[in-house]
């Protein structure tokens, strides 16, 4: 699990790559299902939870709104700087991993990790 301030920035970036992402959401909604979502009026926001361990990636209202859903026969309204959950990341520890394993009747067999100890890929079998 990296830093809190190192994850909130990879979430964030400064071109706002992962802004214009989160923002496909509503893009990807307004196609599929009928909706008239004006993706420029919301800002993204990415938020490190500690207690959950992971990131949340929020849409925020910028001004009250309403938005139709025709597919789904609904209207949702929006108050001003109201937030619209569209992503969870969860981040692990060895850990964290090896407790959810268990807990599914799993055990971890290998453990593997870069350099830096970034990023780890687990090998588990049945219990």
């Not at 196609?31 to 926001?45: K, M, N, T, Y």
């Not at 060895?94 to 268990?102: G, I, K, M, S, T």
Request: charged residues 30%.
């Amino acid at each position: 699990m990296k830093a809190p301030d190192r994850l909130v920035a990879a979430y964030d970036d400064a071109a706002g790559v992962t802004a214009e992402f989160n923002r496909n959401v509503l893009r990807v909604i307004n196609g599929a299902l009928g909706a008239d979502f004006a993706p420029e009026r919301f800002d993204h926001v990415a938020r490190w939870d500690p207690d959950a361990a992971w990131i949340e990636m929020r849409l925020r209202a910028r001004g009250s709104q309403r938005v139709r859903i025709a597919a789904l026969d609904l209207t949702v309204t929006f108050a001003d700087r109201e937030e619209l959950r569209t992503e969870i990341s969860a981040k692990f520890t060895r850990a964290r991993v090896e407790d959810e394993l268990a807990a599914a009747g799993f055990a971890l067999r290998r453990w593997w990790t870069d350099a830096p100890g970034d990023f780890g890929v687990s090998l588990a079998t049945r219990t």
